[in-house]
């Protein structure tokens, strides 16, 4: 067993993927983007949001390699990187740190943004 603080430093990955994951923005934005790559604009119209506020989300969201970008002319496209994977339809699941994580909810949940 782990002591207390070696315990505490190897779970500090994992408390920083939970603090990324509890806005509600970074959910909506993972939920659209696990359909397949958005650009800004689209993310925004969906989510009803100014493009700094998207921007500031998804500059969090590719700082910890969840989603990737790419760049086609002009504009820049968004999807999942690949530690992130779509699983049965109604899960999100995350390989990061050597933590996988699955976040699951009812398919309404995935397949809709409210």
């Known amino acids: 067993m782990l002591n207390t603080s070696l315990e505490a430093n190897a779970l500090e990955p994992l408390a920083d993927i939970f603090k990324l994951l509890s806005d509600g923005t970074r959910l909506r934005i993972l939920s ?28 969090l969201l590719r700082m910890r390699n969840i989603i990737s970008n790419r760049r086609n002319g002009k504009q820049v496209f968004y999807g999942l990187d690949g530690q992130v994977t779509v699983g049965d339809g109604q899960c999100l699941v995350i390989n990061s740190d050597g933590y996988k994580l699955r976040i699951c909810g009812p398919a309404e949940a995935m397949s809709t943004v409210s």
């Open 32 to 59: 659209l983007l696990a359909k397949g790559e958005r650009n800004v604009t689209s993310l925004c119209q969906d989510l009803q949001l100014p493009q700094p506020t998207v921007s500031h989300h998804l500059g």
